[in-house]
């Protein structure tokens, strides 16, 4: 079973460790992960796709839960949130090939960011199938190198994750009391 977990973090050095270390005592993979900070600068937003069966998944996320720098652990089920990925692509790309490349890209709804003598980079956002299937049908042309994001998602609809400062504050100074 793969889920997608959206965890909100307290923006602070080390947090990314602690958690990451929390998944591999646990004997997990992380297959994807991306960080970054919210509209809010206090607070970071992970979004980890990790692999495993459905009751030591839920422990994992009662786990995370218990951290204190860990204010949210939303699970994201693919029905009721959007997922992408974006993905940098170096193709190799000899001038007489070049047009199918372009076509190729155009399918996609890849942009072409960088053109050279002899390589063009797309940049392609969407599911994880989608990069997959585009990086796939590259290798025809040949694939130099592929730099990717991982997954970030979020709920559908007026499901959010945000939380009020004054929430966040009383929360964080009931669990250090």
């Known amino acids: ?35 970054g900070v919210t509209d809010d600068p206090a607070i970071s937003r992970m979004t980890l796709v990790v692999e495993g069966d459905e009751p030591t998944l839920n422990q994992v996320s009662k786990q995370l ?16 949130s959007v997922a992408r ?14 047009p199918q490349i372009l076509q190729l890209a155009s399918v996609f709804r890849a942009s ?29 042309f040949g694939v130099q190198e592929v730099a990717r994001t991982g997954i970030i998602a979020l709920a559908r ?3 959010s994750m945000k939380v009020a400062r004054e929430e966040r504050y009383h929360d964080a100074a009931v669990l250090r009391v």
Do not use: C, Y
């Open 1 to 35: 079973m793969r889920r997608i977990l959206s965890v909100l973090v307290e923006n602070h050095p080390g947090v990314l460790a602690r958690v990451a270390g929390l998944i591999r005592r646990r004997g997990f993979n992380i297959e994807s992960l991306a960080v």
């Open 157 to 159: 609809g007026a499901q």
């Open 85 to 98: 990925e974006l993905a940098l692509i170096k193709v190799s790309a000899d001038p007489e090939r070049r």
């Open 65 to 80: 839960d218990k951290l204190i720098e860990v204010i949210r652990v939303t699970d994201l089920e693919a029905e009721s």
């Open 112 to 140: 072409v960011v960088d053109v050279g003598h002899e390589a063009v980079i797309l940049e392609v956002t969407g599911t994880h199938d989608k990069v997959e299937a585009l990086i796939s049908l590259a290798q025809e």
